[in-house]
């Protein structure tokens, strides 16, 4: 059965700070990996997805990293602002499609 | 651009009573997947559906049941709620069939039980 583990649960840094957020699995044979943000009460926003045949994905401030073989990915955050305070999950995905998703991690962004 | 549209968006009901949640795909997605977000939880998979049929199921109880229409349309039937099916239910949707694989979710519906 899939475990996605994102450690630490939550993160409180300074704005400007570059951050990483991690992320490992312990079943290499994924298809996708999904970084989603959740505002509190809020749903899932999409982020950025890696297919397992990529390394990485870039998205404006935000990049994500794949490491299929040692089942971890981190997303990285540059120059981070109050307005990125949010949970940030981590889910990865089979062959059936349907995401497993890690606890994720809740970012506090202090300005 | 348009996103996955889910109704209600909120819901009260009481313990043994029926609950009908709906989603609306983002238009030509033909994969549609529900989950369950308990109070403080990450979301869990329940069921999932492409081109109307049942492709996946997970951790659903037999007291639910979903399917999708020939609109592409989801509906997520609860009956004899409980108290502990109190949660955010999301709704996604992606499109297999053109290979596009994230999924979208919904802003969800909140279900409260009382």
């Known amino acids: 059965k899939q475990e996605v583990t994102q450690i630490p649960a939550a993160l409180s840094v300074p704005e400007g700070e570059n951050l990483v957020l991690n992320c490992s699995f312990t079943d290499s044979a994924i298809y996708n990996l999904q970084w989603f943000r959740q505002d509190p009460g809020k749903g899932l926003t999409s982020l950025l997805l890696?297919?397992?045949?990529?390394r990485e994905q870039t998205s404006g401030r935000l990049n994500a990293s794949l490491d299929k073989s040692s089942g971890r990915s981190t997303l990285y955050i540059a120059a981070s602002q109050p307005g990125d305070s949010a949970t940030y999950l981590c889910a990865v995905s089979g062959a059936n499609s349907k995401l497993t998703f890690g606890k994720g991690i809740t970012l506090s962004v202090r300005p | 651009a348009a996103g996955v549209i889910q109704s209600p968006r909120h819901l009260i009901k009481e313990k043994r009573e029926t609950a009908t949640l709906k989603c609306y795909p983002i238009p030509r997605h033909d994969t549609v997947y529900w989950y369950q977000q308990g109070p403080g939880q990450d979301p869990q998979f329940l069921i999932s559906f492409y081109e109307k049929m049942q492709s996946d199921k997970g951790s659903i109880p037999d007291r639910f049941s979903a399917q999708q229409f020939s609109d592409y349309h989801s509906e997520l039937n609860m009956s004899s709620l409980e108290l502990g099916d109190s949660a955010l239910y999301f709704c996604a949707s992606s499109s297999e069939r053109e290979g596009l694989y994230e999924q979208y979710f919904g802003p969800g519906t909140r279900l409260t039980v009382t």
């Open positions: 890696i297919q397992s045949s990529q």
